[in-house]
Each structure stands twice: as structure tokens, then as C-alpha cells.
């Protein structure tokens, strides 16, 4: 699973994920790459449909080389804050998988596929009610009121 937890003073937030089911089969890949972050932040951008101020932990694959590529090449558009080493408090998609986890913890799964369907079932819940999503931000005590700062 990956995910944005998007804000944009004045409007609605918004939840943008993708969820992949690795089945094991030759040559499919077992996770996320660095393409697939670039796709979802692609994606963000076409339905936010401006600008990009990016805050990111630190996670591996966000920090290779052809994803800081791509950032660098669309820097009209995207900026990215990068959090420090280990600050899931920041996160604000932390609080998004702790609503998740909480809600699917005891599912009896008959077998991946069921799992992947409850968690995209709780995720498109989460995302048509941004008082969850704004509840996750509000979690990390980080401000968003379109103000520029000093």
C-alpha cells in the first residue's frame, strides 16, 4: 500500500492510495517501486490540480535516485520537505494505516484477496470523510492555513 493524505486550504481533504497484491507470479514485483510513487504523485496532481508541497518520510525507495530524479525534473510543480529519520508523529498517512489496521485488526481473511478487499473497502470509507483525513493532520500538530510563513 502507498498513500497521500492531501490538504488544500479552503477545500475538502483528500485520500489517494494504490494498493498492490503481490501473487507470486514470475516476474511481477513483490512491492512498490519508484515508479509507482512517481504515478501516485502524478495522480495527486491531476486531481488536486495545481502545485505540490510534498512531506515525506524516509523511506528507502523515496530516496533513490531515479525518484529524486523526477523530482528535480518537475520542480515547477513539486517541492518535497523531507521528515526526519524516524517521525511517524509528522506523518499524517501514519494516522490513515492506524485507522485502517484498527478496523481490519481481527479480520478471520480467507486468503490475501479478502484482506486486499477490506483494505481497500476501509480506505475509499476513509476517503469520503475528510474529518478522518483532517483529524490525521490535526494528530501531528502540524498547521495548514494557507498563510506564507517568515
Known sequence: MAGMTCYKPGERSRLIYAVREYRGR????????????????????????????LVWDNVRLHLTKPLREFI?????????????????????????WSLVKRDI??????????????????????????????????ATGLIMDGKPTD
Open 26 to 53: 514470475k516476474g511481477e514485483p513483490k512491492g512498490f517501486g519508484w515508479r509507482d510513487f512517481r504515478d501516485l504523485i502524478i495522480r495527486a496532481r491531476t486531481q488536486l490540480g495545481g502545485p505540490i508541497a
Open 72 to 96: 528535480e525534473a518537475n520542480a515547477a510543480w513539486l517541492t518535497v520537505f523531507q521528515l526526519p529519520t524516524y517521525a511517524p508523529d509528522l506523518n499524517p498517512q501514519e494516522g490513515i
Open 105 to 138: 485488526g481481527n479480520l478471520a481473511a480467507a486468503d490475501l484477496g479478502h484482506i486486499t478487499r477490506a483494505v481497500k473497502h476501509r480506505l475509499k470509507q476513509i476517503q469520503y470523510r475528510p474529518h478522518l483525513v483532517d483529524g490525521c493532520l490535526a
